[in-house]
């Protein structure tokens, strides 16, 4: 589902969106449309655009990347929406000035996956993964404009989602253990929503600890805590 909103700042934006959906700000993605500063004869405002899955899939989101893939014998593309968006994805790391290969992973009723092939792997992943987010909010913003808001686009390249998870539910029992340990909570990477939820998941049966999430905007902290701590 995509909805525009607007508000005096980003973060009143996006305050807006999360009680109008009815959703946490882990749950979508916002696109900045147009921001405007105050002057002496007009209000400023930012005018952002929400993107987020239907209520069916929120849940699906939660399992693991490794999990809910399952990968496809014919990597070429279905039909137009599937040719149209490789195209896309293809062309703008071009322009970024890196040669590319695209193709189908898997395909799933909610959710498509796209590899990347390229020799420049390490810089599209990028710190922590966020040039490989950066594209694929690129992909599923073009997936909206071409009708699709119904299906998440996930991108990868060198299994770095897959490699990723395996060391965050690494870090998340680390952590749990030096929680434990000392007693104390300990405040783990910025994060984008789906590894603060997978820290979240891995973390949720375990008896004597907790999580949560503190901060602003996109990449938020997950707080690991005793839960005898006061």
């Known amino acids: 589902m995509v909805k525009d909103y607007e508000a005096k700042t980003e ?23 147009e921001t405007q500063k105050s002057s002496l004869f007009k209000k400023g405002f930012v005018k952002i655009r929400v993107h987020t899955l239907e209520n069916n899939s929120v849940e699906e989101e939660k399992a693991s990347f490794s999990e809910r893939t399952s990968y496809v014998a014919d990597p070429l593309p279905q039909d137009e929406f599937e040719t149209k968006l490789l195209e896309f994805v293809g062309s703008v790391i071009e322009k970024m000035g890196y040669d590319i290969k695209t193709e189908i992973i898997f395909r799933e009723e909610h959710k498509l996956g796209i590899k990347l092939n390229s020799e420049s792997s390490s810089i599209l992943i990028g ?15 073009y997936a909206g404009r ?11 390249t060198e ?45 949720n049966d375990v008896a004597d600890v907790e999580t949560k999430s503190e901060g602003d905007g996109l990449y938020k902290q997950v707080r690991v805590l005793y839960k005898g701590a006061r």
Request: hydrophobic share 40%; glycine share 4%.
């Open 159 to 203: 299994n770095y989602r897959i490699r990723r998870e395996e060391s965050l539910v690494r870090l998340a029992y680390t952590t749990a253990d030096k929680v434990r340990s000392s007693k104390n909570s300990i405040l783990l990477e910025p994060m984008n929503p789906f590894e603060r939820r997978l820290i979240h998941t891995t973390l």
């Open 146 to 156: 071409l009708g699709r808001e119904d299906i998440r686009i996930i991108l990868d």
């Open 127 to 141: 710190r922590k993964g966020k040039n490989l987010d950066a594209l694929q909010l690129l992909a599923n913003v």
């Open 11 to 33: 973060k009143e934006a996006i305050e807006l969106a999360a009680n109008d959906l009815g959703l946490e700000r882990d749950q979508f993605d916002v696109e900045i449309l």
